[in-house]
């Protein structure tokens, strides 16, 4: 049976136009491709949990938190037509006075445990892993949600810590997901992450290349940010979703892998 990811940073549901000067809302459009994407697990970063400010800006803002909203199945202008359910998890990384928001995963797989923690390396940027436990085909499957930070250092820091934490509570042959934005454009962790935990990066899998695809910014993806890598699946096949329609709901473009357990 086969297992697709996705890995998106949703950009909070609102896009910017014109130079930034104009926001809009995108999160009824996104959750339409995401259901589209027909994925079993959508690894979701900047996902708004409480926006007090963009529930009073836009009319059609929902009254539930984003990961709860995007993992109910959309309507169809023919009716109320069914898609693919997911159960919900969310990790609140970054607090303030008007709202949340942090990491996400939506699955379709029963969730067995979750647990969230704050990889902040500074004050300045709030940052977190969310690490759940799926069961697929009978097995545990090891999930984390990552979102590193800006500043090349603290991604260091980061990986060094995710690394261990890993190692800490995943048995060395249990299937193994890591995905999300890394921030690292210069490709400095893959070798922690895959040298030290045995994962390999899709692309690097299934192009037979060492260099991740490139995700940011969305209109022309130039810097290879958002990733998925994988321990004890093979690679059926890797992309990266680009074009217009996934460039005006948000500035990074979604990963999606086709996985087979070993």
């Known amino acids: 049976m ?60 929902p009254a539930q938190a984003q ?7 959309p309507t169809t202008y023919a009716g109320h037509i069914p898609g693919p359910a997911y159960q919900a998890v969310y990790g609140r990384n970054a607090n303030y006075l008007h709202g949340h928001h942090g990491n996400a995963l939506l699955s379709r797989h029963e969730v067995l445990s979750k647990e969230n923690r704050d ?24 999930c984390f949600v990552v979102h590193f930070g800006l500043l090349a250092k603290s991604r260091q820091r980061q990986a060094q810590a995710l690394v261990q934490w890993i190692a800490e509570v995943t048995p060395p042959e249990a ?4 995905a999300g934005d890394f921030n690292d454009w210069r490709n400095h962790l893959s070798a922690i992450i895959t040298s030290t935990l045995g994962a390999e990066e899709v692309f690097a899998q299934s192009r037979n290349s060492p260099r991740p ?9 130039w810097l290879a940010m958002d990733r998925i890598y ?33």
């Not at 990961?67 to 199945?73: H, R, V």
């Open 2 to 61: 086969n297992l697709r990811v996705a890995s998106y940073n949703i950009h909070k549901g609102v896009w910017r136009e014109l130079f930034g000067l104009r926001q809009i809302s995108r999160i009824h459009e996104l959750r339409d491709r995401l259901h589209d994407l027909h994925a079993d697990l959508i690894f979701l970063q900047e996902v708004q949990g409480r926006n007090d400010r963009h529930a009073k800006r836009f009319e059609q803002w």
């Open 67 to 73: 990961d709860e909203f995007l993992a109910q199945a």
């Open 119 to 142: 990889f902040s390396d500074h004050a300045l940027e709030k940052r977190g892993v969310l690490h759940c436990v799926i069961a697929f085909e009978g097995v545990a499957v090891h």
């Open 175 to 178: 299937p193994l997901l890591i």
């Open 213 to 221: 695809a490139r995700t940011f910014p969305a209109l022309v993806p």
């Open 230 to 262: 994988q321990r004890g699946f093979k690679v059926e096949q890797a992309k990266v979703l680009r074009g217009p329609l996934w460039a005006r709901l948000s500035d990074h473009s979604p990963v999606v892998a086709d996985l087979i357990l070993a």
